[in-house]
């Protein structure tokens, strides 16, 4: 059950960026500049996380399911950006895609340390 349900939440955000990126334009105040590569970063460090639930339950290594977590956000990131193009009012940008990435690849990481971390004093604890 809980794997259904991690794979529909990742969808679920997936079509939430899509929407997102299909509208126009965002009524998001301008704080500071480059404000927008702190929001693509946030909004795939939480895909990121959400990749890594939805993966980890694949009978892989940690190793692996934090390299198809940071993956799936590239690639997402990349076809969103490529979306973007499309749309009116939106363009492309290499440096949103790093921001994406970046974001995926640091919440890939931060769920691998934890994996680690929560399963290492189990271990400890049965080789005492």
Not at 55 to 67: F, G, K, Q, S, V
Request: net charge negative.
């Amino acid at each position: 059950m809980h794997k259904r349900l991690n794979i529909l939440a990742l969808i679920s955000y997936c079509g939430l960026i899509y929407w997102l990126s299909d509208q126009t334009g965002l009524p998001t105040p301008e704080l500071f500049e480059n404000q927008d590569k702190l929001q693509h970063f946030l909004a795939y460090f939480v895909m990121g996380i959400l990749a890594w639930r939805a993966i980890a339950h694949l009978p892989w290594r940690r190793e692996w399911t934090l390299l198809a977590s940071f993956g799936f956000c590239c690639i997402y990131g990349l076809s969103d950006e490529w979306h973007q193009s499309f749309v009116v009012g939106r363009d492309a940008s290499a440096l949103d895609w790093m921001a994406d990435s970046i974001g995926g690849l640091v919440a890939a990481i931060s769920c691998y340390w934890h994996a680690s971390r929560i399963r290492q004093p189990a271990a400890e604890q049965s080789s005492a």
